[in-house]
């Protein structure tokens, strides 16, 4: 008799890693791409033999099955790399992790002073209940220190006001991270060290694939179609039929505009729970519906520059937190990895914007984009603008699930009209409307494999803070992750 057919929507970090954990069960799938490319967030564009990340992936985790995956699928071709990153705030370069002897420099002697009466201010008079972001870094930094270099990237990030983000937003991303413990360690050389934790914030080294993250979700890709699973790109879901509790058809539409249908027995999914909800039919609930459309999605895109020299600046990345500029952060590439530029007398930048797709800059030319993002990398002393001598962009719709006041409501209730099906698991980023992490992301996919073959796991306790204090499994907090300060 054959097995039961497995539908898997997206082929991101969740969806090849659930594809592979199910192969080693000897269970194939069927994963359906809308893009062209693997990888989701974490594949890597190519432009003129130059190869760049959709933002930057440190590839960290403190789950051992996590790094045993990585490990299985790259081997050699996952380097071990060194972290430098910094701040640019009003002409200064301010360390990340933080340097006592820099920070002082950079603010100096007087403003330093006013950042520690302001942590210490707020040790003793926090904000009670923490009901946002502000409230939340305020009571762990201080209010000053919140207001130089926290507010203006967030609110670059996000595209609204901290008081509007909820404060469980910065207590997934920041977790150990807090004004003392960084003091500290810059004072006493810890490097994020306590005891044999690490404080994942503060990692000066991460793993890397040679050629880029999305070298890595290709490779998962090569290796599912030898075990016998079909990757079919280019196919947009836009039905999922359901009966009776269960999910029976997923319907979808290739880039030529041909109509496919898939019978499926168990189906998991990472589209966006929007998206999710809105192909469901027949369709949820009207509450359900509702919910769903409340959802908020922050939109991404990438200004390219081949810039004529070796080497422009030394940091794998750096956070744009100067208000002067649209500009929230500048990876380079070159040094993630060497192999990621074809030309060694080349340097190739990611200047990276956080917008709504509403936004007036969202509907720009790609000319007038690059035009402005030159202008803007001079204006901080980062780049020559005539050294540039080629560029492109990169945009991605839906990049980052929004948490705002009211996304845990609205996820609740889609959650509880989702716990009737018996065979549709979400997972990853979008299919949770949860901040994660690539490994965080691929952790829900091996549950939700795992689920199918007869385990009993909850894809939704993963990157929790129980979980991640839990031990022996805890989530980190900063495996290939989005680069949040």
């Known amino acids: 008799?054959?097995?039961?057919?497995?539908?898997?929507?997206?082929?991101?970090?969740?969806?090849?890693?659930?594809?592979?954990?199910?192969?080693?069960?000897?269970?194939?799938?069927?994963?359906?791409?809308?893009?062209?490319?693997?990888?989701?967030?974490s594949r890597t564009e190519r432009y003129q033999g130059y190869r760049f990340d959709i933002g930057g992936h440190r590839f960290f985790s403190k789950v051992p099955l996590i790094n045993d995956v990585w490990q299985e699928i790259l081997g050699e071709d996952f380097l071990l790399r060194p972290r430098l990153s910094r701040i640019h705030y009003r002409g200064h370069f301010f360390d990340y992790p933080l340097k006592a002897s820099n920070a002082i420099a950079g603010l100096g002697l007087v403003e330093a002073l006013r950042v520690i009466l302001s942590y210490t201010k707020a040790q003793l008079f926090p904000y009670k209940p923490e009901e946002n972001l502000e409230e939340w870094v305020a009571n762990r930094f201080g209010y000053r220190l919140y207001q130089i270099f926290f507010r203006t990237y967030t609110e670059k990030v996000w595209g609204m006001p901290c008081t509007e983000i909820a404060a469980d937003w910065a207590a997934q991303r920041i977790k150990d991270l807090?004004?003392?413990?960084?003091?500290?360690?810059?004072?006493?050389?810890?490097?994020?060290?306590?005891?044999?934790?690490?404080?994942?914030?503060?990692?000066?080294?991460?793993?890397?694939?040679?050629?880029?993250?999305?070298?890595?979700?290709?490779?998962?890709?090569?290796?599912?179609?030898?075990?016998?699973?079909?990757?079919?790109?280019?196919?947009?879901?836009?039905?999922?039929?359901?009966?009776?509790?269960?999910?029976?058809?997923?319907?979808?539409?290739?880039?030529?505009?041909?109509?496919?249908?898939?019978?499926?027995?168990?189906?998991?999914?990472?589209?966006?729970?929007?998206?999710?909800?809105?192909?469901?039919?027949?369709?949820?609930?009207?509450?359900?519906?509702?919910?769903?459309?409340?959802?908020?999605?922050?939109?991404?895109?990438?200004v390219v520059l081949i810039v004529k020299q070796a080497d422009v600046f030394p940091d794998n990345w750096i956070y744009i937190h100067s208000p002067e500029v649209r500009m929230g952060r500048i990876q380079n590439y070159k040094n993630w990895s060497p192999e990621m530029v074809p030309d060694p007398s080349r340097t190739s930048l990611g200047l990276e914007y956080f917008?709504?797709?509403?936004?007036?800059?969202?509907?720009?030319?790609?000319?007038?984009?690059?035009?402005?993002?030159?202008?803007?990398?001079?204006?901080?002393?980062?780049?020559?603008?005539?050294d540039v001598e080629d560029s492109t962009v990169v945009r991605m719709k839906k990049?980052?699930?929004?948490?705002?006041?009211?996304?845990?409501?609205?996820?609740?209730?889609?959650?509880?009209?989702?716990?009737?099906?018996?065979?549709?698991?979400?997972?990853?980023?979008?299919?949770?409307?949860?901040?994660?992490?690539?490994?965080?992301?691929?952790?829900?996919?091996?549950?939700?494999?795992?689920?199918?073959?007869?385990?009993?796991?909850?894809?939704w306790t993963v990157n929790t803070e129980e979980t991640y204090h839990e031990e022996g499994r805890a989530v980190s907090a900063t495996a290939g992750d989005r680069l949040v300060p």
């Open 399 to 459: 990049a980052y699930p929004v948490y705002d006041q009211h996304y845990v409501q609205h996820v609740a209730t889609i959650r509880r009209y989702l716990e009737r099906f018996q065979n549709l698991q979400t997972v990853g980023r979008n299919g949770l409307h949860r901040y994660n992490n690539q490994d965080h992301s691929m952790l829900t996919g091996i549950y939700a494999a795992r689920n199918i073959v007869g385990e009993v796991c909850d894809v």
């Open 178 to 302: 807090s004004l003392w413990k960084a003091l500290r360690a810059a004072l006493i050389g810890s490097w994020g060290t306590r005891g044999d934790q690490v404080i994942t914030t503060l990692i000066d080294q991460f793993h890397y694939p040679r050629l880029g993250p999305g070298m890595m979700w290709e490779t998962c890709e090569s290796r599912l179609s030898a075990g016998g699973s079909q990757t079919m790109r280019g196919v947009r879901v836009e039905q999922i039929a359901h009966h009776n509790g269960r999910v029976t058809q997923v319907m979808g539409r290739t880039s030529q505009g041909e109509r496919l249908s898939f019978e499926t027995h168990a189906c998991i999914s990472t589209m966006p729970l929007q998206e999710l909800i809105l192909a469901l039919t027949p369709a949820p609930p009207s509450e359900v519906v509702q919910a769903a459309r409340q959802l908020r999605y922050r939109d991404y895109l990438t």
């Open 1 to 41: 008799m054959a097995e039961s057919p497995i539908v898997i929507i997206g082929a991101g970090p969740a969806g090849l890693t659930a594809a592979y954990e199910l192969m080693k069960h000897g269970r194939p799938a069927t994963i359906l791409e809308a893009d062209n490319r693997v990888g989701g967030l």
């Open 355 to 386: 917008l709504w797709d509403t936004d007036d800059q969202w509907t720009w030319s790609d000319e007038r984009l690059i035009e402005r993002g030159i202008w803007e990398g001079g204006q901080i002393g980062l780049i020559q603008p005539r």
